[in-house]
Each structure stands twice: as C-alpha cells, then as structure tokens.
C-alpha cells in the first residue's frame, strides 16, 4: 500500500516538473540564443559593454525592437521601396533567390494572409482507406493544379504533423467533401499529436444539445 501510494506521489510530481522544466529550458534556450544575436553589434556597443553588467532576456527586447521597427519603416513608401530593391538585388543570385522566395512565402502565408492556414483542424484517411490523421488547412492550390487534378470538387491542402515531431510532415491535397472538420483547436490537435495521443482535449458538448438544457 506505502509502495503504490509512494508511486503514485512520485508520478504525480514528476508529470508536474516534465512540462515546467521543458518549458523553462525552451524559454531559456530562446532566450540566450536571442541574446547571442547582440554579438552582431560592435563591442562597444554592446548593453552589456554600455551598462557594465548583463540582463538576461535584452536580446529578447532587441529584437522584438528591431522587428517592430522593420515594420514600422517598411509600411513607409520609401521603406518599401528600399524593400522592393533588396529583393530584386536577392532575385538576381540563383541559390539564394530560391530559398529566401520559398520562406517569405510561407512567412507572407502565416502572418499576412488572412486566409485559414493553420487555423482549421481536419481528419482526413491516410495513409489509406481506414486509417485516420490529424491534419490542418494550408490552403487551396491554384487552378492549374486543379486542372490537372480533374475533379470538379475543389482540392484542399492538408499538412499532417508527424507525432512527437510535428516540425515534420507530408503535405497532401484532399477532395474537399472528403475532409472531416472539427472543432477542436490548432493548439489542441498540436498536444494530441505531439504527445502521440496520450493528451486528449477535453470533449466539447455540440451546442444543439446544450441549448435545449438551458431553455
């Protein structure tokens, strides 16, 4: 009886101190990486040179300056302009035009677009006819796709995470009337696949059935 209530204590504790100790090792390690990034400024510049002492998370304050500043200027039209010549210039080098096009892409589709990237949670079968995953919404490829597809349903882009390893995936286009779509949040479907189904979000009870209760 001591044993398994001992277990059960040092079970409870340890599911408690995993999730904080990783979040605060991810915060730090953030953290110092940002902070790493002020080794770009002349030594005489520095914060920690200026102040004399170290504040631990200023890289953190630099860049959310910096990048707030960006913005800032870039909105301007000679901001923009500045902006539009860089490209160009990064448009004329043949290795680094493809990856620095391919990034602001997904870097326009994420933070510019108002489309439902990654906002809408799916089920779809793969990798074959009854078997199911957990995918998200990028969006809808472009007609020539769709001309090739040859459906008259439109199809959807879906990425599916890998389990524990969600930065990894496979993108796949789906016929529209074959998608499931659920209610579940992006943070939500994100636990359930990082944990290989071992955390599941709480059942929502449909609003149909709520209304009647409460009447």
Same mark, same amino acid.
């Given at each position: 009886?001591?044993?398994?209530?001992?277990?059960?204590?040092?079970?409870?504790?340890?599911?408690?101190?995993?999730?904080?100790?990783?979040?605060? $090792?991810?915060? &730090?390690?953030?953290?110092?990486?940002?902070?790493?990034?002020? !080794?770009?400024?002349?030594?005489? $510049? !520095?914060?920690?040179?200026?102040?004399?002492?170290?504040?631990?998370?200023m890289g953190v304050i630099?860049?959310?300056?910096?990048?707030?500043?960006?913005?800032?200027?870039?909105?301007?039209?000679?901001?923009?302009?500045?902006? %539009?010549?860089?490209?160009?210039? %990064?448009?004329?080098?043949?290795?680094? *035009?493809?990856? $620095?096009?391919? +990034?602001?892409? +997904?870097?326009?589709g994420l933070f510019m677009?108002? @489309? !439902?990237?990654?906002?809408?949670v799916v089920i779809v =079968?793969?990798? *074959?006819?009854?078997?199911?995953?957990?995918? &998200?919404?990028?969006?809808?490829?472009?007609? =020539?796709? !769709?001309?090739?597809?040859?459906?008259?349903?439109? /199809?959807?882009?879906? $990425?599916?995470? /890998? @389990?524990?390893?969600?930065?990894?995936?496979?993108?796949?286009?789906?016929?529209?009337?074959?998608?499931?779509?659920?209610?579940?949040?992006? =943070?939500?479907?994100?636990?359930?696949?990082?944990? @290989?189904?071992?955390?599941?979000?709480?059942?929502?009870?449909?609003?149909?059935?709520?209304?009647?209760?409460?009447?």
């Amino acid at each position: 009886m001591i044993k398994k209530k001992l277990k059960r204590v040092f079970l409870t504790g340890l599911a408690v101190v995993i999730p904080a100790g990783l979040t605060i $090792y991810t915060l &730090f390690f953030i953290i110092g990486m940002m902070d790493n990034l002020l !080794q770009i400024i002349p030594f005489e $510049y !520095q914060p920690d040179n200026l102040l004399h002492f170290h504040i631990p998370g200023m890289g953190v304050i630099v860049t959310v300056l910096l990048i707030f500043i960006c913005g800032l200027v870039t909105t301007s039209y000679l901001g923009n302009r500045v902006v %539009v010549f860089g490209e160009r210039i %990064v448009g004329k080098i043949p290795f680094v *035009r493809s990856i $620095y096009q391919a +990034i602001k892409r +997904i870097a326009d589709g994420l933070f510019m677009d108002r @489309a !439902q990237s990654f906002k809408k949670v799916v089920i779809v =079968e793969y990798p *074959r006819r009854g078997v199911y995953s957990i995918g &998200f919404i990028t969006g809808t490829p472009n007609g =020539e796709i !769709q001309q090739h597809l040859g459906r008259k349903s439109p /199809c959807i882009g879906i $990425y599916i995470p /890998c @389990a524990l390893t969600p930065t990894t995936g496979v993108f796949i286009m789906v016929p529209k009337e074959e998608l499931i779509e659920v209610s579940m949040s992006v =943070e939500e479907a994100f636990t359930l696949i990082i944990s @290989a189904g071992i955390v599941t979000p709480q059942e929502r009870i449909p609003a149909a059935l709520v209304a009647p209760a409460n009447s």
